[in-house]
């Protein structure tokens, strides 16, 4: 074999290797990860009422800002001053959309604790309706440490665990910087995400590789401002509370200091 004939041998290995490779067929646990276990930390902060800025999504008393995501009005359940999932009626989103925004809300799974792993307290705030901050009941309760609460759904293991027992109400405080694209639809800026839950922060500006999927790997399309949608994963699960800044207008500062 002359030295060209290997080397095209060589290429022609090589890619076919790559491309086994590229139509692996994935599952599930392919993406889920069960090291490093965040550490446990107490913590019961975070609570804020909306700035004079906010815009207030949920205030307790009704659905307006809602929609289900299968059209029409939500069918959730609204008692005292909260919103809870009522399951396979569908996830809710928002009627407006946005693009990147500061989110709060409150969450709470249910005090019965049935089931285990995902399938326990499960619900989920997915940002432009695509890029999930996973909601589950994580006190005491293994799974995926890519999956529990406070993770960028099967992207980012939260920096530590600050969940409550059940039955009690949590915060999250998320920024959501959206992610920019061109005319022809290429990434021009990843999104990142930031989230504070219960006061302590857990996800310190990852960058965002893609919507949220269950199965594979995430990658980018383009899109524009999208709504906020609010899982319904089958579970009990409680809102409330829940406002939004938009982000976009901030202005940007530029610091002229003297230089002499
Ligand atoms: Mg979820």
Not at 83 to 109: A, C
Not at 120 to 128: A, D, E, I
């Amino acid at each position: 074999m002359t030295k060209f004939s290997l080397s095209i041998a060589l290429i022609l290995i090589i890619s076919t290797l790559t491309s086994v490779a590229q139509e692996r067929d994935w599952v599930p646990a392919d993406t889920e990860f069960y090291e490093p276990v965040p550490p446990v930390v107490e913590a019961r902060g975070g609570f804020m009422e909306p700035p004079s800025d906010a815009i207030v999504l949920f205030d307790g008393t009704d659905f307006s800002a809602w929609e289900s995501s299968r059209g029409g009005d939500v069918r959730w359940s609204l008692e005292d001053g909260a919103m809870t999932v009522t399951p396979r009626t569908g996830s809710i989103v928002t009627k407006d959309s946005f693009g990147s925004i500061q989110l709060y809300l409150e969450w709470r799974s249910p005090e019965v604790v049935l089931g285990d792993g995902q399938g326990r307290g499960n619900s989920g705030v997915f940002l432009q309706g695509r890029y999930e901050v996973q909601v589950l009941d994580s006190y005491n309760n293994e799974t995926y440490v890519n999956g529990m609460a406070g993770s960028v759904y099967k992207q980012y293991v939260p920096l530590a665990n600050p969940a409550v027992p059940p039955g009690e109400w949590q915060t999250y405080n998320i920024i959501f910087e959206a992610p920019e694209f061109d005319e022809d639809g290429e990434l021009l800026e990843p999104a990142y995400i930031t989230v504070i839950w219960n006061g302590v922060l857990v996800q310190n500006r990852v960058e965002v590789q893609g919507p949220t999927e269950y199965i594979g790997l995430p990658s980018y399309e383009a899109h524009g401002d999208g709504v906020i949608s609010l899982q319904d994963h089958g579970n009990l699960v409680s809102f409330r509370n829940i406002w939004v800044r938009k982000l976009d207008e901030s202005p940007v500062w530029d610091n002229n200091y003297p230089t002499e």
